[in-house]
Structures are given as structure tokens and as C-alpha cells.
């Protein structure tokens, strides 16, 4: 039986050892003010419903999501495993004069009482779930009636082929997403929305819509991947 505390551990491993320097990648947050951040700022307004909203940011990394919905009159509750970036996030929004309480929790079982946000919002964390199915059945618990989900994502992986013994170029993010690690994640296979749609339907969202975000990757000098990011949503009824 595989152990999942060991395989959490090994991705939450990488996230703890890329979080100094996560930022300084344009391609994972853009500068603040820049046009692709204005670009997101905008996304984000348009994706969540109406502010004042309960909004649960679910693996907030650095808080990139978490900011923005806060300066949009939303009041958020972030939560990420990977310690050290959630130490650069609550830096980073002690900085901006923003009052965030940063969370150390689960994406896949957030310890929250049922029907508590309005919302629920992550930001590349699907590709990454190890137990999707499940985590949107758990998210679905947490929303409230009229509520939805929003999950923005990319597809930042070429496919491997045979077995999954494709050989990646070592580097420091396969020391820790290692090939039995990737066997054990159903979004590396991920290569379009419907099988990500069909686990949104599955987990009883309804009205379940993709929206990619093209004014997004227009500005973007540096876009992680040639397509760009989609964010699907699903509302609770």
C-alpha cells in the first residue's frame, strides 16, 4: 500500500527548498504593478464572486492569490504545508500592511468546519494533488449553498510514454518528484480540462465552466507554458 505521509512529504519537501527563491522567478509571481500582476488582479476579481466574501485559499504558496483577493475587500484564510513559503508570504503581507492569518493545512482535507467560505480558490495546486478526487469532494463540504470553487491551472508537463520510466533531465525538482512520486499524481496526466471537469461534476459542482485566461498570458514575457492558464469553476447548489 503506498504511503502517502511519505509522498506528501516528498513534494511538500520541494516547496520548503524552493520557497527563498520562488518569487524571483517572474514566471511564478509576476512584479507587483506589472501588467501580467495587474492582468492576474483582474482574473481573480472577475473570478470570485462579489467582495465581501469568506474565501479559502488553498496551497497558497507565497500568497500570491491570497494578496490579491485581499486587496479586493475579500476575507481570506490561506493554507499551504510547505512552511517557508507561508514565512515568505506572511513577510511579504506584513510588508504590504495587509491582515492575513496565514495557515499551515491540508489541500487535500482542509480542517475547516463544513460550509465556511464562499469561495475556495488554489492557483497551480491541482497538476500536484495526490488525491484530487477526494480533495474536491472535501472542498465541496467546506462551500456554502450559492458558493463555487475555483481551481487555476496550466498543463506544464509533456506526456511520458510506455511504463512512465521516461527519463527527466536530474535536476532539483526530480530529486523530490521522483518517478514513483509522478506515478502516484493522476494531474501529471492531466493533458486537457475534461478529465479535471468530469472530478468537478463527480464531486457534485454544478455548472462547472472552464475559462482560460488569455488576457493573462498576453502580457506575459515569460509564460510557463505556450497555452494559457485555465481556471475552471464549479458552484455548490
Keep these: 500500500m503506498p504511503d502517502d505521509r511519505a509522498d506528501q512529504s516528498r513534494i511538500t519537501g520541494f516547496w520548503n527548498t524552493v520557497a527563498a527563491d520562488y518569487e524571483a522567478h517572474p514566471g511564478n509571481v509576476p512584479v507587483r504593478d506589472s501588467a501580467k500582476h495587474q492582468a492576474w488582479v483582474r482574473a481573480i476579481a472577475e473570478l470570485l464572486p462579489p467582495a465581501p466574501a469568506d474565501v479559502l485559499d488553498i496551497g497558497t504558496g507565497t500568497g500570491f492569490v491570497a494578496m490579491i483577493?485581499?486587496?479586493?475587500?475579500?476575507?481570506?484564510?490561506?493554507?499551504?504545508?510547505a512552511e517557508p513559503m507561508l514565512a515568505v508570504a506572511r513577510a511579504e503581507a506584513r510588508g504590504r500592511d495587509l491582515r492575513i492569518t496565514?495557515?499551515?493545512?491540508?489541500?487535500?482535507a482542509p480542517d475547516f468546519p463544513e460550509r465556511s467560505f464562499d469561495a475556495l480558490i488554489s492557483r497551480h495546486l491541482v497538476w500536484t494533488?495526490?488525491?484530487?478526487?477526494?480533495?474536491?469532494?472535501?472542498w465541496h463540504d467546506l462551500i456554502r449553498p450559492g458558493g463555487r470553487l475555483v481551481a487555476i491551472d496550466g498543463f506544464w508537463f509533456q506526456p511520458e510514454t510506455g511504463d512512465g520510466d521516461t527519463e527527466l533531465p536530474e535536476g532539483l525538482f526530480e530529486q523530490f518528484y521522483t518517478k514513483e512520486t509522478r506515478r502516484l499524481l493522476p494531474g501529471w496526466n492531466y493533458f486537457s480540462v475534461e478529465p479535471i471537469a468530469a472530478l468537478f461534476e463527480r464531486g457534485s459542482?454544478?455548472?462547472?465552466?472552464?475559462?482560460?485566461?488569455?488576457?493573462?498570458?498576453?502580457?506575459?514575457?515569460?509564460?510557463?507554458?505556450?497555452e494559457p492558464s485555465y481556471a475552471l469553476v464549479g458552484f455548490v447548489r
Excluded: E
Excluded at 476575507?75 to 499551504?80: E, F, G, L, Q
Excluded at 496565514?102 to 487535500?108: N, P
Excluded at 494533488?129 to 472535501?138: E, M, Y
Excluded at 459542482?205 to 505556450?226: C, E, G, I, K, M
Design 129 to 138: 494533488l495526490r488525491d484530487p478526487a477526494t480533495a474536491l469532494i472535501n
Design 69 to 81: 483577493a485581499a486587496g479586493l475587500g475579500h476575507r481570506v484564510t490561506p493554507i499551504d504545508l
Design 102 to 108: 496565514f495557515l499551515s493545512g491540508d489541500a487535500v
Design 205 to 226: 459542482f454544478a455548472d462547472v465552466a472552464v475559462r482560460y485566461l488569455d488576457a493573462v498570458l498576453r502580457v506575459a514575457r515569460d509564460p510557463p507554458a505556450q
